[in-house]
Structure formats: C-alpha cells, structure tokens
C-alpha cells in the first residue's frame, strides 16, 4: 500500500487533460470530441484511460482547449527551453503532451503559481515514466517560467 495521498480534484484534471492531448496528438478527433469522450464516456473508468469522477472539470476543459488553441505558440515555447542537443520532434509523443499542458498554464494560467504547475506535471511525468523523463519535464518547465514569469521566480 502507497503512502503517496489521492491525487487532489485538480491533478486528477490535470492528468486528464494529459491523456487526452495525447488523444488529440493522435489526430483522429478534434479537441471538443476528446472532451466530450472523458467528460460523458470515460469519466469514472479505471486505469489510464479514464478521468475520476471528481476531478475539476472546468480545469481540464480548459487546459485540454487552451493548449490545442496555442498548440503553435506553446510547441515554439517549449522548442526554445530545450536543451541544444534536443527537438521537439524527439521528444516522446506522451512527453509532449505534458510539456504542451504545462508551457500551457504557465504561459496562461497566471492565477496557478509557476512552481505548482511545474511540479504538477512533473507528478504526471512520474505517473507514467521512472526513468529520466520527469527530470526532463522539471528542467524544461523550469526553463519555460523562468521565461515566462521570472519575476515570479526570484524570491
């Protein structure tokens, strides 16, 4: 048995959103069918396919929304936090779409402090891999508000 707490309302979103820009990345359905399909469908289903039923809607829909809406912008964002050895195109698709979800609330979300939304997506990160890749997500999104919200990082 884990000592680790049930992940918070917003987590929960938040992985949720993960998983469905991962969908998205897939290309076979558009944002709004994606989260239709977790909010009426796949909300209470176990496992990594699903979305607890508690989890906080209005965060997901607008993490899913606004980072498909900014997909252009965030990919820039984030291509330019990566190390000089790295391109977006090698980065692994899942990866991706929690780098997508987290460049999104930091550049976006202001009213979520740059430290919970980095260590927020660096939990996701360890929910799926136990290797270096949420090392990897720590060092970009920490890039990505240094950037973007340095003011916010110098205390």
Same mark, same amino acid.
Do not use: C
């Given at each position: 048995? +884990?000592?680790?707490?049930?992940? +918070?309302?917003? *987590?929960? @979103? ?9 969908? $998205?990345?897939?290309? /076979? ?7 239709? *399909? ?6 209470? /289903? !176990? ?25 252009? /912008?965030?990919?820039?964002?984030? +291509?330019? !936090?990566?190390? *000089?050895? $790295?391109? $977006? ?5 899942? #990866?991706?779409?929690? %780098? %997508?979800?987290? @460049?999104?609330?930091? #550049?976006?979300?202001?009213? #979520?402090? &740059?430290? #919970? =939304? ?6 996701? @990160?360890? !929910?799926?891999?136990?290797?270096? /890749? ?5 060092? =970009? %999104? ?8 340095? &003011?916010?990082? =110098?205390?």
């Amino acid at each position: 048995m +884990s000592d680790k707490p049930a992940p +918070s309302r917003r *987590q929960a @979103a938040r992985l949720a959103a993960v998983q469905a820009l991962y969908q $998205w990345q897939e290309g /076979e359905d558009a944002p709004a069918e994606i989260i239709e *399909q977790f909010l009426r469908v796949r909300t209470g /289903e !176990a496992g990594e396919g699903g979305m607890r039923r508690d989890a906080d809607r209005p965060l997901f829909k607008d993490v899913v929304e606004g980072t498909a809406a900014h997909r252009n /912008e965030l990919e820039t964002v984030v +291509s330019g !936090a990566l190390a *000089q050895d $790295w391109t $977006w195109g090698r980065i692994d698709r899942l #990866v991706r779409a929690i %780098l %997508l979800a987290g @460049a999104y609330e930091l #550049v976006h979300r202001k009213d #979520v402090p &740059a430290r #919970v =939304v980095i260590n927020e997506y660096v939990e996701i @990160a360890h !929910a799926f891999y136990d290797q270096g /890749e949420p090392n990897f997500v720590n060092s =970009v %999104l920490d890039r990505v508000a240094r950037q973007m919200r340095s &003011a916010e990082l =110098v205390k």
